[in-house]
């Protein structure tokens, strides 16, 4: 008589594959481009220097020079706890200025939803984006310091630094309570090993704005946003792309986050009929299951996909980085309309 015995279960690794560089432009297209890049010019204990840039770019025809429409800027400096201390934006919306002394990830998106009601403009999603980067940007100082998790600890104090842990249990899908990502020795050692690759493609040099690349510790959260028309089909398609990179010493990038986004939505009613998101760069092994939630959208309205996101697919129901990813959909419509104008 044998006795079976049960292979202990294990989650397969997380994908660490980049789909970079960007796909060429197609015909008829809209494509908007946003980047965050991070530098810290003074030093790590210093202000984070944050140059936001968005493009929207109409493509005629296939290979041909696109059409500029909308560009948008903004320079903000920030304090070590994400208090905006100095922002500068073009073009700059009136009261633009009350975003100084607002804290990103405190009530920084309510302020912004006050002083810029054009939520489809392109400034507003980077401006949207200061929070998220704000989260992320430090891991860009492991690239330039092995031992730099030790120093953040003896800096901050063994109580306090445990307490920040503490806080991100279940914030998310991947961090939910005993996963990898949270474990009391730390995260995996390897969490930062992807290659970024390069958004830009040499075969379109047009295909994306000018990035702001600068020497030294550097983070980066770029987003790609294709859309077009399918009138035959009735449909709205779109085609997106999400990454969270650093600098590393020898001029390369390393990633931690990245998605591609593949959707479609009925061109009349702008209800979403598809979504399809493909992990391509997450941290920890669970964190790609957080894509399964994201059908519960299917059959939501773009314009109000926004609220939806945060409603279906709040802490550990969904992917922090995914769900910024899919609340940019909102701008859909907006793209939509400028085709071919």
Known sequence: ?????????????PPRSTANPAPARIAGSVRRTTSIDVSWPDGIEEQRRFIGAARDLWTPQEGAEGLTLTEAH???????????????????????????????????????????????????????????????????????????????????????????????????????????????????????????????????????????????????????????????????????????????????RVAIHEYLLRATADLATLEVLSIEPEARILPFSECPGAVHNTQRLVGKGLADIRDEVLAQLRGPEGCTHLNDALRALADVPELAAKIGG
């Open 1 to 13: 008589m044998s006795t079976m015995i049960s292979s202990p279960h294990r989650t397969p690794p």
């Open 74 to 252: 903004f320079d903000v400096r920030m304090s070590e706890d994400k208090t905006i201390t100095a922002i500068t934006a073009h073009p700059a919306p009136a009261g633009v200025e009350r975003l100084v002394g607002a804290r990103a990830g405190g009530h920084l998106r309510s302020v912004l939803r006050e002083i810029m009601p054009d939520v489809a403009h392109p400034l507003y999603l980077i401006l949207d984006d200061l929070s998220g980067s704000a989260l992320v940007s430090a891991f860009a100082w492991a690239q330039f310091n092995p031992d730099w998790s030790k120093r953040l600890r003896e800096r901050l104090g063994d109580e306090q630094h445990d307490q920040l842990l503490a806080q991100r249990v279940n914030v998310c899908w991947g961090l939910q309570e005993g996963n990898s990502g949270v474990q009391p020795g730390g995260p995996p050692q390897d969490v930062a090993s992807a290659d970024a690759g390069d958004v830009r493609n040499p075969l379109d040099p047009q295909g994306w704005h000018a990035l702001s690349d600068h020497e030294g510790a550097g983070f980066r959260r770029a987003r790609r946003i294709d859309v077009t028309r399918v009138e035959a089909a009735g449909v709205i398609r779109i085609d997106s792309a999400f990454q969270d990179s650093a600098a590393r010493i020898d001029g390369s």
